[in-house]
């Protein structure tokens, strides 16, 4: 039997030691390795990556901590809208979800529509109207909503910025969440899931719903999930841009991944990380923030979650 390897993030961003008490660091410890075990369950047990991420990234979406199903980032009008993919990189199938308000985990709407559905992108209430029709749960607004998140909308509401949630340099709360995942038959899968960024308007749409920019994996290449200021990874075509360098330009995932995040994104004005897997299950993690929210474990026992640089 061939290895198995899984790498979650749950965010990137202004994340520094001294705004951090032992308490709450120990909480994220705590949900970042909850996440791993759901992944690790599956994957010791011969399981898919498709299964592995959908339950890792399902496991953040149920936390409040992250910025993520419950928990998510407030929009200018004070609702949550969501956005989500999955990629599987056996076929690169794949299926997306944007501006989402009353699915519980948004992450498998996007695995019923990359299996049930002839489409691979819904949005808003065709995407609700989808699930209900899947019996998906479904959550009243209240669901999602926490005091913190409220608060860091209030703080900006009246003015015309927006707040991605990494760089709310006063209250620090990070939280877009993703997993990539290779398992023992040497396939690969990733997912990413977020409530987007604080006072968005119009229905923004962010680079997590976007095959190829927030999410990506291909079976003998590599499964990628971002995490970072949205509109620059869109532009970037961030996963995607990973595998292409590895596909094309022959390099390694560390090469490839530490081009992106440490040359391309800072060079536009972005920021943020990526966590990503290789066909021989090899991990990266690289950010060029304060800190990223991030584990991983390997069938050889290798594991650890970490917070800081
Ligand atoms: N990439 C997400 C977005 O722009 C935000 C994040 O990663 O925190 O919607």
Redesign the pocket.
């Known amino acids: 039997m061939e290895n198995f390897s899984l790498a979650i993030h749950g965010?990137?961003?202004t994340i520094l030691k001294s705004a951090m008490t032992d308490r709450k660091e120990r909480r994220y410890h705590r949900a970042l390795e909850a996440s791993l075990k759901a992944g690790e369950k599956i994957l010791s047990k011969g399981g898919s990556a498709l299964d592995a991420v959908e339950a890792a990234v399902i496991s953040m979406e149920n936390s409040e901590l992250f910025?993520a199903g419950k928990g998510s980032v407030f929009t200018h009008e004070g609702d949550h809208e969501m956005?989500a993919s999955i990629m599987n990189g056996a076929d690169r199938n794949a299926g997306a979800v944007a501006g989402v308000r009353r699915v519980k985990n948004p992450i498998s709407l996007c695995r019923e529509i990359m299996e049930n559905c002839e489409h691979v992108f819904l949005i808003g209430e065709g995407a609700e109207h989808f699930a209900e029709t899947r019996k998906l749960e479904m959550e009243s607004k209240d669901y999602f909503s926490t005091d913190f998140r409220y608060e860091q909308l209030q703080k900006i509401r009246d003015t015309h910025q927006t707040l991605?949630?990494?760089s709310d340099h006063e209250l620090k709360k990070?939280?877009?969440v993703g997993a990539v995942a290779k398992d023992v038959h040497g396939n690969l899968a990733a997912a990413t899931s977020?409530g987007?960024?604080t006072n968005k308007r119009y229905m923004r749409v962010?680079?997590?719903s976007i095959i190829g920019a927030?999410t990506y994996a291909e079976n003998d290449i590599c499964a990628v999930s971002?995490?970072?200021?949205?509109?620059y990874?869109i532009r970037a075509v961030a996963a995607y841009d990973v595998a292409a360098m590895m596909k094309y330009g022959d390099k390694s995932l560390d090469e490839a991944a530490h081009q992106l995040i440490h040359e391309v994104i800072p060079k536009m004005g972005g920021d943020?990380g990526l966590i990503a897997v290789d066909s021989n299950g090899k991990i990266t993690m690289p950010f060029n923030t304060q800190g990223m929210y991030r584990g991983f474990v390997q069938s050889d026992g290798n594991s650890r979650t970490l917070i800081f640089k």
């Open positions: 965010g990137a961003g910025n956005d991605l949630d990494h990070f939280g877009t977020t987007g960024i962010g680079d997590t927030g971002s995490t970072g200021w949205g509109e990874y943020g």
